[in-house]
């Protein structure tokens, strides 16, 4: 069966990946992806590049398809990952740092992010959250609950 996405680098584009390669500075993905190209390149099939570069069939497969549709800067680039939405946006976060340094709901020494998060919901800030969202929406600011100091500036 014949392949479907054949790489016939270059000159050039072959000079070009192997002065990626030799540089030593490019990320891990775009690396594999350069020698992808290159080992297709000397005919080998998708299999044996998998095996020999540890990847997935699927991705040498994904690496040929992109350089015969788009030449080799489409084939290395990164696709970009959205992520999720986050969660709170700058207001309700500038909120949740005002309420983690106020004072602790009656009963309690400190406010922990489970009691954070559980406020965020009862005043209806956000429908639901999680301590560990709050912990790391915390953890982005220079305040600290367990602190003396709410870690604004003393001025």
């Given amino acids: 069966m014949a392949k479907k996405y054949v790489v016939e680098l270059s000159a050039e584009e072959r000079a070009e990946l192997q002065r990626l390669l030799g540089r030593g500075k490019a990320g891990v993905r775009r690396v594999n992806r350069a020698r992808i190209l290159l080992l297709a390149d000397e005919d080998m099939i998708d299999a044996e590049i998998a095996r020999a570069l540890h990847l997935g069939t699927a991705t040498v497969q994904r690496t040929r398809r992109r350089?015969?549709?788009?030449?080799?800067?489409?084939?290395?680039?990164?696709?970009?990952?959205?992520?999720?939405?986050?969660?709170?946006?700058?207001?309700?976060?500038?909120?949740?740092?005002?309420?983690?340094?106020?004072?602790?709901?009656?009963?309690?020494?400190?406010?922990?992010?489970?009691?954070?998060?559980?406020?965020?919901?009862?005043?209806?800030?956000?429908?639901?959250?999680?301590?560990?969202?709050?912990?790391?929406?915390?953890?982005?600011?220079?305040?600290?609950?367990?602190?003396?100091?709410?870690?604004?500036?003393?001025?």
């Fill in 67 to 155: 350089f015969v549709e788009g030449g080799v800067d489409w084939a290395l680039r990164e696709r970009p990952r959205p992520g999720k939405p986050r969660k709170l946006n700058g207001k309700q976060e500038a909120f949740l740092v005002a309420l983690a340094c106020s004072a602790p709901p009656e009963g309690h020494v400190r406010w922990t992010m489970q009691l954070l998060a559980d406020k965020l919901v009862e005043v209806g800030v956000v429908d639901s959250i999680v301590g560990e969202t709050v912990r790391r929406i915390l953890k982005k600011t220079t305040s600290s609950r367990g602190r003396g100091s709410s870690g604004a500036s003393p001025r």
